[in-house]
């Protein structure tokens, strides 16, 4: 079945950095995208990158470009999240997930446990 663990968040002073990593299983993971999404308390999912396993061109939210960038790496099954510039209201849990295009946005599947990410100010 597929799985994903994200691994990585933790707590971080605003302008810090941080890498999360995500280790997929079950699935041909070079066929699919795979991309983060957020949810932060009392907020709605928000869809934050998606990469192609093809030419690894990837979207990003509007309020994460320039800022985060994710990376892939199909030999060992693994899709990553470097943060950088840190916000407080980057404060998340961090989902990893399969990603498609849907119209002019994005839809997240099967996603992992999340990993919390705190940014203190």
């Known amino acids: 079945q597929v799985q994903l663990v994200e691994s990585g968040g933790g707590l971080v002073q605003h302008g810090g950095s941080l890498r999360l990593s995500c280790a997929a299983s079950g699935f041909t993971f070079d066929y699919y995208n795979t991309g983060w999404f957020r949810q932060a308390p009392g907020k709605g999912r928000e869809g934050i990158s998606c990469?192609?396993?093809?030419?690894?061109?990837?979207y990003y939210a509007d309020s994460v470009k320039g800022r985060f960038t994710s990376s892939r790496d199909d030999a060992k099954n693994t899709v990553y999240l470097q943060m950088n510039s840190l916000k407080p209201e980057d404060t998340a849990v961090y989902f990893c997930?399969?990603?498609?295009?849907?119209?002019?946005?994005?839809?997240?599947?099967?996603w992992g446990q999340g990993t919390q990410v705190t940014v203190s100010s």
């Open positions: 997930a399969q990603c498609r295009r849907d119209g002019l946005g994005y839809k997240y599947d099967y």
């Open positions: 990469i192609s396993p093809s030419d690894g061109s990837t």
